[in-house]
């Protein structure tokens, strides 16, 4: 089995603290991937020869967001399809197209985190989570 795709985690730490915790990110999390381990991931990636598609994802990566524009833009990412995954609890409308701007034309994806897993009754709900 070759492995085409995964998830950079740049931060457990999130702006929200949902019942489902996933990989336990909460408010109190510290810490976050550097730029030199990102692009060492990429490198593996590419040597590895299989990988297509890298995610990039938190916790909330939007709490790290120069680190993670610098990981789309890194020279390194070019030739994977590159995705990201928020919960986009932090944004109005404006903000969100504003912050989103310098990755237009790095993604293939964005993925938001709302759905019937996280909230009872419609995807568009906001999800089931305490506020920071």
Known sequence: MN???????????????????FVW????QKGFMTLAQIREIYRQA????????????????FLYYL???????????PGFREGLVSNVHWAT???ALEWLRP???LLDKLAVST?????????NQHPRCNER
């Open 3 to 21: 492995l085409t795709g995964f998830h950079l985690l740049l931060t457990y730490q999130c702006n929200k603290e949902c019942a489902y915790r």
């Open 25 to 28: 990110g909460n408010f109190t």
């Open 46 to 61: 590419r040597e590895l020869g299989t990988v297509e598609t890298i995610y990039l994802e938190g916790g909330e990566p």
């Open 67 to 77: 680190v993670m524009v610098r990981a789309a833009k890194d020279p390194a990412a």
């Open 93 to 95: 409308v404006e903000d």
């Open 103 to 105: 990755l237009t034309g």
């Open 115 to 123: 759905d019937l897993f996280h909230s009872s009754e419609t995807v």
